[in-house]
């Protein structure tokens, strides 16, 4: 799905003529409102007068009540009502005399990006319409930036594609357009309160998880999905069931003899008999780190290297087994961690949610990482802003990583710039934060472990949008309904130390699904580990990535020394963060050379 959205002006409509639409939506002006492609069904249209409210995407709406309601709105802002209120995932849009509201999801999986075209702010679901309006090269200093590890660079520069002039709409905000074209953020959206109780806040969870499957799932539709053996996605696949879904899942099998996913996946499947399920061999060519972006894909994620891309073969290879099963639609467990697991600033801030129940639990992390009492106080005493955390981040980009049993429980997890990075590609880096940080940004939410795990969350967002669009004219969409913002303000509404309770896994999961998903799949208290994939890959696939060392494209834009990558490459070390640099190294390289400077028209 893409589609651009034109402000009602004259200066807007004059775009329209520059885009390939296949479907089109006008203002009550008659001026071209919304143009692009997207599946029959998937747009809702609502009319009160010269009003006009659409939503594209994965909804239930009460038409006839929206439309009275519409018609009642004093201004743009009234809309709120409606956005806060609707389950699933969708963009959002309002024209209402003369002026445009815009938006996507909080997470990001719908998101909304601007460019100034012809005098005049143009919105779009994706980065390749607004390139073919406006030619925008690349950002090499965004570029450089998506070579940090591990985790990549932190919210908000993750947000930014790496093209000049084409910037991310705010996390939490819409789009506002007026009547010249002239463009303005409005935050809308905070997380509620964390209040809830573990009973309250499961049976949030459990509530807006179902509506969320239900808005995807019609009974009797085919439905394939992830049935890896971890929690997350092995409570969707039974929610799914529960529906009526006609399910067809996939397990992966890991390289590693002491994962244990394999064994509870079949636990799973035996305990969904009416579903289709099947096991993908451990050593496949597939399932093993690759090298990402191609030729043979050009032009494939427009908005700037991932690191997901390296099992680009195994999710291409996945969505023509589902197609071939009857689905359309494939689920995936992502952003359960963020919602029910811990985040690094967990610590901080359950001593101060609750001071003596809290830190019972830090010192089970402190015993459970070996972290000193004294290295232990002194993270927990910061407290430093997140403009303040971002400033002190940026100084240490050149560093070696910091110890394992050092905590950070920073606003930001500290990334570092690969060891064969350039100096000139950390002042760069260095310089973005900086000026960032000077900015002063506030953060996502006051209290750190849900800032981070908003943070976390629009990164899952962005890699669901980044796979939708490398799978687009495959037939099958990405979806993931832990990312849904009923959904994950149901979990994050609810008090840190109850999602956290000690001595069980994810609790706050497990109590609300208990009865949906049986109680055998729900007593799992651990997940698995991956990082064999990768050494096997980069083992199997060594020549392919030392090709991308010979007339590296990112030593051409003097970013990294080829010469030391190749070293790293040809002996990555023994631990799975030594592969982090790597990863994103290869991700950057790839996609230099599947991606053009200029793919579109000149403005």
């Known amino acids: 799905m893409e589609f651009v959205v034109l402000p009602d002006c004259p200066a807007g409509a004059a775009s329209a003529t520059r885009l390939r639409a296949t479907r089109r939506i006008d203002h009550a002006s008659g001026r071209p409102w919304i143009l692009g492609d997207w599946p029959q069904g998937e747009a809702t249209v609502v009319e009160a007068g010269p009003r006009r409210l659409v939503l594209l995407g994965h909804t239930r709406l009460d038409e006839t009540a929206t439309a009275a309601g519409l018609g009642r709105m004093s201004s743009l802002h009234d809309v709120d009502a409606v956005a806060s209120r609707l389950p699933g995932v969708f963009h959002l849009m309002a024209s209402m005399d003369g002026r445009t509201r815009v938006q996507g999801s909080v997470a990001g999986v719908r998101q909304i990006f601007t460019a100034v075209v012809g005098g005049v702010t143009v919105a779009a679901s994706g980065v390749e319409p607004l390139l073919r309006l406006t030619g925008a090269g690349i950002d090499e200093a965004v570029l450089a930036a998506r070579l940090l590890a591990p985790g990549g660079a932190p919210w908000p520069l993750a947000q930014r594609p790496v093209r000049h002039g084409i910037d991310p709409l705010d996390t939490g905000h819409w789009l506002h357009l007026d009547a010249n074209g002239r463009s303005q953020h409005t935050r809308w959206w905070k997380l509620p309160e964390a209040s809830r109780s573990l009973d309250e806040g499961a049976a949030a969870v459990r509530s807006a998880l179902s509506e969320a499957i239900a808005t995807r799932v019609s009974s009797g539709a085919t439905i394939s999905a992830d049935l890896s053996g971890g929690l997350d996605s092995t409570s969707l696949c039974f929610l799914a069931d529960a529906a009526g879904a006609d399910l067809v899942t996939y397990h992966v099998a890991p390289l590693d003899s002491a994962n244990e996913d394999t064994a509870w996946a079949h636990k799973a499947a035996a305990l969904l008999p009416a579903a289709r399920h099947h096991t993908l061999a451990a050593d496949r ?23 997901w891309a390296s099992g680009l073969a195994h999710i291409r290879d ?283 028209e000149p403005r």
């Open 285 to 307: 060519a597939e399932n093993l780190f690759d090298v990402g972006y191609s030729t043979d894909h050009a032009n494939a994620a427009p908005e700037g290297p991932s690191t």
């Open 318 to 600: 996945l969505a023509k087994r589902a197609t071939a099963e009857g689905a359309s639609l494939h689920l995936t467990g992502f952003g359960g961690d963020e919602l029910f697991g811990r985040m690094p600033a967990c610590a901080w801030s359950l001593a101060r949610a609750r001071p003596v129940d809290g830190l019972r639990l830090v010192n089970r992390y402190r015993l459970a990482n070996r972290w000193s009492w004294g290295a232990t106080v002194r993270a927990l005493a910061d407290r430093s802003t997140f403009a303040e955390n971002l400033t002190a981040v940026a100084t240490r980009i050149g560093a070696p990583l910091p110890p394992l049993d050092e905590p950070d429980f920073g606003w930001v997890s500290a990334p570092r710039m690969p060891a064969w990075a350039t100096p000139d590609a950390v002042t760069a880096v260095r310089q973005l934060l900086t000026t960032t940080a000077a900015e002063a940004p506030e953060p996502l939410d006051a209290d750190r472990t849900r800032h981070q795990a908003l943070a976390s969350l629009a990164f899952e967002g962005a890699t669901i949008r980044h796979v939708n669009t490398a799978l687009t004219g495959t037939g099958i969409h990405w979806d993931a309904p832990f990312l849904d913002d009923r959904v994950l303000e149901a979990a994050l509404a609810t008090q840190v130390d109850q999602r956290l309770a000690g001595g069980r896994f994810k609790p706050l999961l497990t109590t609300a699904l208990r009865g949906v998903v049986p109680a055998d799949i729900l007593d799992r208290r651990d997940k698995g580990e991956f990082s064999a994939e990768t050494f096997r890959g980069i083992e199997r696939n060594r020549a392919r990535l030392l090709e991308l060392c010979e007339d590296s494209h990112l030593a051409r834009l003097g970013l990294i020394d080829p010469a030391a990558f190749r070293s790293a490459v040809l002996n990555p070390g023994p631990m799975s963060h030594h592969l982090q640099p790597i990863t994103t190294t290869v991700a950057c390289e790839s996609w230099l050379r599947s991606h053009t400077q200029d793919t579109g």
